[in-house]
């Protein structure tokens, strides 16, 4: 299973920005996704997780109401919109996959792919 994330970039605080995740290489129909971040200094930490068929959601509480994770299993592709962005969101961006059909025990992904880098500027 290969994970390739995109979308990061730097942004003013209170802007939007998109995150996409292609998911290829497995022949699985869908995988449960998350959304991860690492801040400079700090552990990894989940931020959003989406369940196989998209039906369930968990987001992490610093981003409720701000974020909002979602798939496209046509496409193979998560998506992760974070809309309001505080200076505290920057970070290198992971996403995950597991074949877990809401998600692993304790967020324990079992795949990774690269970060994508956010910057948010006050």
């Known amino acids: 299973v290969q994970l390739q994330a995109s979308g990061g970039g730097s942004v003013q605080a209170r802007c939007s920005l998109r995150l996409s995740c292609a998911r290829s290489?497995?022949?699985?129909?869908?995988?449960?996704m998350g959304w991860f971040r690492q801040a400079p200094g700090k552990e990894r930490a989940i931020v959003a997780a989406?369940?196989?068929?998209?039906?369930?959601?968990y987001y992490a509480d610093s981003v409720k109401g701000r974020f909002t994770i979602s798939r496209d299993n046509a496409k193979n592709t998560v998506f992760l919109q974070m809309s309001s962005l505080k200076p505290e969101g920057t970070a290198v961006y992971y996403c995950?996959?597991?074949?877990?059909?809401?998600?692993?025990?304790?967020?324990?992904?079992?795949?990774w792919g690269q970060g994508t880098e956010v910057t948010v500027s006050s």
């Open positions: 290489g497995s022949s699985a129909s869908t995988y449960a």
């Open positions: 995950a996959a597991d074949q877990a059909t809401l998600w692993p025990t304790s967020f324990q992904f079992k795949y």
């Open positions: 989406i369940s196989r068929s998209g039906s369930m959601k």
